[in-house]
């Protein structure tokens, strides 16, 4: 696999488009570190009604980013959730103020490990601290808090956006009139942290990592991180899907080549998928972000009892999931549901039939809209909101 650097030396990226808020007070992390002065980049679409009651906090997932609408700046792709969210869409912007912060430990404008660190003048490498699902979250507060947003119409994320939207319904109940975490969990699995773990150490094992540093010698592990991507987007999948997809078709030939090229369609694919990745993540922090979700466990932070996290929540859920996502199964969402009705919590749960995999979130089905749609028309009538 070849794997082309396309990334500028050090200093020679253009800006990107968006906003940013810098934070110059100390700023606690879980691990316990300081972390002062640092960025969070933003982007927002519609506009926030006279009373604020319309703010509705979009969370990325893992490789996501703020550009939810927006094209990708760096890959001219349409947003990511460019087919859910916009004017007259399910996340109607003529209707909802979306905020969408990169988080942090991101490489697109929040603060992160290819950051220059201010107190040394060289990028943070691996000495920036790590961090956890629960500091990306109360940065994001920091962010709302200066837009001066009292409560949040809805949080709403899918997989690691997910555990966002969780950790906000639990840290700032009083904060979130609705919340929609999608495809998630309330904790990271074993087989989650070991698909990860295998990632981390793809990027690790290339010679260019440079146990970090690579940023200072203008090189990229883009191998490495090419490989981690292709482990993980197997388990954004379903076997159903691959098959449908690709089956054991060969890619541009009539016969196998008993050799080691990508004879077959979903090799190529894979690929792609790998050598696409890295012209816009940094490998840092694809280290950082995944140790974030591998430390996620909301009911070891309330005693080891999951309820205990919504206890007295006045907060509104709607629990999604999708029947052939085995990366974060109905299982896992189903005891999130569980958790909350032991709180005697306001909770809805759907389950999608679809042979897409974890996906499925960003794709466009039906169902998935259609029941979004509803539960946020039921959520703006129960507020009061009101639309032209």
């Not at 001219?76 to 430990?105: E, H, M």
Request: glycine residues 8%.
């Amino acid at each position: 696999m070849s794997v082309q650097q396309t990334t500028r030396p050090l200093g020679t990226e253009p800006p990107l488009p968006g906003r940013r808020l810098e934070i110059t007070e100390p700023f606690q992390l879980d691990s316990g570190v300081d972390l002062a002065p640092f960025t969070i980049a933003y982007q927002t679409y519609g506009r926030l009604n006279a009373d604020r009651s319309n703010a509705v906090l979009v969370c990325h997932a893992l490789t996501g980013d703020q550009y939810v609408v927006d094209p990708h700046p760096l890959t001219g792709q349409p947003g990511w959730w460019s087919k859910l969210a916009g004017p007259g869409k399910v996340l109607d912007t003529d209707r909802y103020f979306l905020i969408c912060a990169n988080v942090l430990g991101g490489c697109m404008g929040t603060s992160g490990p290819k950051d220059v660190n201010p107190a040394t003048g060289e990028t943070w490498g691996l000495s920036f601290p790590v961090i956890t699902i629960g500091d990306m979250v109360r940065a994001q507060k920091l962010l709302i808090d200066h837009l001066g947003i009292e409560t949040l119409f809805c949080v709403i994320g899918g997989s690691m956006g997910g555990m966002q939207v969780l950790q906000w319904a639990a840290s700032f109940p009083e904060r979130v009139f609705a919340a929609v975490p999608i495809a998630s969990t309330a904790r990271h699995s074993a087989q989650n942290i070991a698909f990860h773990e295998v990632g981390r150490q793809a990027i690790m094992a290339d010679p260019e990592w440079c146990a970090g540093a690579y940023l200072e010698s203008d090189r990229r592990p883009a191998r490495g991180l090419a490989v981690a991507r292709m482990a993980a987007h197997i388990t954004y999948l379903s076997e159903r899907a691959l098959h449908r997809k690709f089956g054991r078709n060969l890619q541009n030939r009539q016969a196998v080549t008993y050799g080691f090229d990508a004879d077959f369609q979903v090799e190529s694919y894979l690929r792609h998928q790998g050598i696409t990745f890295v012209d816009r993540f940094d490998a840092n922090s694809y280290l950082y972000i995944t140790r974030a979700c591998d430390y996620f466990d909301l009911a070891a932070e309330h005693g080891g009892i999951l309820a205990n996290a919504f206890r007295g929540s006045k907060t509104r859920f709607c629990i999604i999931s999708f029947t052939s996502d085995w990366l974060y199964p109905t299982s896992e969402n189903r005891a999130v549901v569980h958790a909350l009705n032991a709180a005697a919590a306001n909770v809805s749960f759907v389950e999608i039939e679809t042979d897409k995999g974890h996906d499925a979130f960003l794709l466009e089905e039906p169902e998935f809209f259609a029941t979004l749609r509803g539960f946020l028309a039921g959520c703006a009538e129960h507020r009061g909101l009101a639309f032209a």
